[in-house]
């Protein structure tokens, strides 16, 4: 069974769906994170040098195992070379 078959077969069950949708945003952010590090070139090790942090800690907040400040988060964009910032979407 290939893994969208399992997925799909997953997400037909309504509390799954609504489970997942829940955590749909934390997943993208999540993406978006790795995408800017991986866009700087930088492993782990190094952005945890670049932000005087352990790379344990970067492998937590990569795995969403985190709940970060927004002083976190800056230094982070800031280390990969990106500005973050929030982008207000009215909810549907």
Sequence with gaps: MSLQHLKQRALANTEVRAEYE???HEFA????LLSMRAQ???TQEQ?????HT???NISRLERGNANPSW???LKYAHA???ELNLMPQKMS
């Design 22 to 24: 829940q955590l749909e």
């Design 29 to 32: 952010f999540i993406d978006q």
């Design 40 to 42: 700087a070139g930088l």
């Design 47 to 51: 952005l945890a040098k670049r932000m």
């Design 54 to 56: 352990q790379k344990s």
């Design 71 to 73: 002083t976190t988060l």
């Design 80 to 82: 990969c070379g990106f």
